[in-house]
T-cell receptor, first 113, second 118 residues
Framework: DQQVKQNSPSLSVQEGRISILNCDYTNSMFDYFLWYKKYPAEGPTFLISISSIKDKNEDGRFTVFLNKSAKHLSLHIVPSQPGDSAVYFCAASARGGSEKLVFGKGTKLTVNP | DAGVIQSPRHEVTEMGQEVTLRCKPISGHNSLFWYRQTMMRGLELLIYFNNNVPIDDSGMPEDRFSAKMPNASFSTLKIQPSEPRDSAVYFC????????????????FGPGTRLTVT
């Protein structure tokens, strides 16, 4: 039973355009969400996060939106660059002393020059 | 900072053999995590430690898997005996928790060990 779902295994966009990666979750106890980026042959690296008390968090070209009622979050990359080509993982966590992150299966983003 | 160090980077072994994966977390971090990544199941948590104590091992697939953290700077994940279905990339990650803020949830991953069991 997947608690964090990334329904698009892959996404292809043109350089300079917007990339939108989506993530859905089922566990209403999740209140902290993260996006990780992974290049081939490397471990995932933290990209951006958002707490459930917010509905938007922005960091440079990256913005994460959270819709709690829909249990949905999205990562927007504007403008997209070829170096953004990677696998993006959505992860969720519940507070209460737990460090346990639950990851989605990832979306492979390809940004074409 | 050297980041999380994992060894070996690649391991090829025959079914039935014992496999030991090693991890050195970032100095000062007090939580350590072992993950497995496969095409079918994605990135799944196997076990995590806090202050060298195993907190949650519910993700360990079966008794063939065991993990230890004898001190704050070293952890092992052992598979004995190994099976072809154990073939995957195994990641170790560390974090500082609790730090009092949301950054405590940011985990720093090693480069992974690609295990192939034939």
């Amino acid at each position: 039973d997947q608690q964090v779902k990334q329904n698009s295994p892959s996404l292809s966009v043109q350089e300079g355009r917007i990339s939108i990666l989506n993530c859905d979750y089922t566990n209403s106890m999740f209140d902290y969400f993260l996006w990780y980026k992974k290049y081939p042959a490397e471990g995932p690296t933290f990209l951006i996060s958002i707490s459930s008390i917010k509905d938007k968090n922005e960091d440079g070209r990256f913005t994460v939106f959270l819709n709690k009622s829909a249990k949905h979050l999205s990562l927007h990359i504007v403008p997209s660059q070829p170096g953004d080509s990677a696998v993006y993982f959505c992860a969720a966590s519940a507070r209460g002393g737990s460090e346990k992150l639950v990851f989605g299966k990832g979306t492979k983003l390809t940004v074409n020059p | 900072d050297a980041g999380v160090i994992q060894s070996p980077r690649h391991e090829v072994t025959e079914m039935g053999q014992e496999v030991t994966l090693r991890c050195k977390p970032i100095s000062g971090h007090n939580s350590l995590f072992w993950y497995r990544q496969t095409m079918m199941r994605g990135l799944e948590l196997l076990i995590y430690f806090n202050n060298n104590v195993p907190i949650d091992d519910s993700g360990m697939p079966e008794d063939r898997f065991s993990a230890k953290m004898p001190n704050a700077s070293f952890s092992t994940l052992k598979i004995q005996p190994s099976e072809p279905r154990d073939s995957a990339v195994y990641f170790c990650a560390s974090s500082l928790y609790p730090s009092g803020g949301p950054s405590s949830y940011e985990q720093y991953f090693g480069p992974g060990t690609r295990l192939t069991v034939t």
